[in-house]
């Protein structure tokens, strides 16, 4: 069942439209405040939109239009938030009982099919705690468990690597490749990361408005607008293609393959810092920001970056007048 989405909140200056195809996660790609929360909650039935329609497969969520507004327990929907949101009094266990209880499973069944889920999620041990007792870590798992436990036709996860450590983000990533496959999911991030562990299609969000759309490797390898090129920590520059590269609009050559270029399109390559120098000559830049990267620093100028070692190179700083010259810009396409 494919997951159709148009939703449009004034007050939240939301308006984005995508879709996804059944059995398949989706990447919301966008920086903090770019509206990734409210689209998941309008899908979930916890906010309702000023316009728009959700639905999944011939099942209607919302239709603004003809006042359809489907409850959310009708929805078959599991939202995993930041805030993980466990019952305080509960115990683990029945936290991730509660989504089989509320659908009319018995408590003897829906507490073998928590402590599955818990077992799934390498949280078995957990199951006679109470949230207040766990870690980030151990209730981000818990959340899962809730969220799959309740056999939900669409699954919903907001920033869910938020707050953790690199430890417990890296094991539950992990997890969730092995747990979602066939589900049909939406994952809201900042982090490219995300989608190219998790998902298979991406939408990147800017300023409420899906800016760019499609499979995640094309995406944000060949990304045909800026916004979606910085999402993917990559530099986008376009010109005229030529036999020897791309030829800037401010003259300079850009050296890559143009051979899969079509004829009269703009030529365009998305470079990684990692691919770029900083060299006595090449393209002529400003410096607007250092950034720790690792061992590397990444020199960020107002048209390219280029990630470089400080012991090995001296640093410029902020307002500098530098050169970034490419050493590995790839092939070029269109667009």
């Known amino acids: 069942m494919t997951l159709s989405v148009t939703v449009g909140v004034e007050s939240r200056r939301v308006n984005a439209q995508f879709t996804v195809p059944e059995g398949t996660t989706l990447a919301l790609l966008g920086r903090n405040g770019s509206g990734k929360t409210t689209i998941l909650e309008t899908i979930a039935g916890l906010l309702a939109p000023d316009s728009g329609a959700v639905a ?24 995993v938030s930041q805030a993980d949101s466990l019952f305080p009094s509960m115990s683990v266990l029945d936290n991730v009982a509660f989504g089989a209880r509320a659908r009319g499973a018995s408590r003897s069944d829906a507490r073998a099919t928590a402590q599955t889920w818990l077992g799934r999620v390498a949280a078995g041990d ?30 919903l996860l907001d920033e869910p690597f938020a707050g953790l450590d690199l430890e417990s983000a890296t094991a539950i990533r992990a997890l969730l490749a092995e747990t979602l496959r066939g589900i049909t999911t939406v994952i809201a ?30 995406v944000l390898t060949k990304p045909h607008t800026a916004f979606a090129a910085t999402m993917a920590g990559r530099v986008l520059l376009m010109g005229t293609p030529e036999s020897q590269g791309i030829r800037l609009s401010t003259g300079e050559l850009v050296p890559c393959e143009t051979e899969s270029v079509a004829a009269g399109a703009t030529a365009a390559v998305a470079l990684h810092p990692r691919d770029v120098a900083l060299e006595p000559t090449g393209i002529a830049d400003v410096v607007t920001a250092l950034e720790p990267h690792g061992d590397l620093v990444r020199v960020h100028g107002a048209r390219l970056a280029a ?23 790839g092939s070029a396409y269109s667009v």
């Not at 006042?67 to 959310?72: H, S, T, Y």
């Not at 900042?190 to 300023?207: F, M």
Request: charged share 20%; no cysteine; aromatic share 2%.
């Open 56 to 79: 999944h497969g011939d099942r209607t969520f919302i239709d603004v239009a003809d006042g359809v507004f489907l409850r959310a327990r009708d929805r078959h929907a599991a939202l």
């Open 126 to 155: 957990l199951a006679s705690r109470r949230p207040g007792e766990l870690s980030g870590g151990q209730a981000r798992r818990v959340s899962i468990a809730r969220a799959l436990a309740s056999s939900p036709t669409l699954v």
């Open 189 to 218: 991030t900042h982090a490219a990361l995300d989608a190219h562990t998790l998902a298979s299609h991406i939408a990147v969000l800017d300023g409420g408005r899906v800016a760019e759309s499609g499979p995640v490797t094309r």
């Open 307 to 329: 990630d470089v070692d400080p012991v090995a190179v001296p640093l410029p700083q902020p307002g500098d007048s530098v050169h970034f010259a490419v050493k590995l810009a």
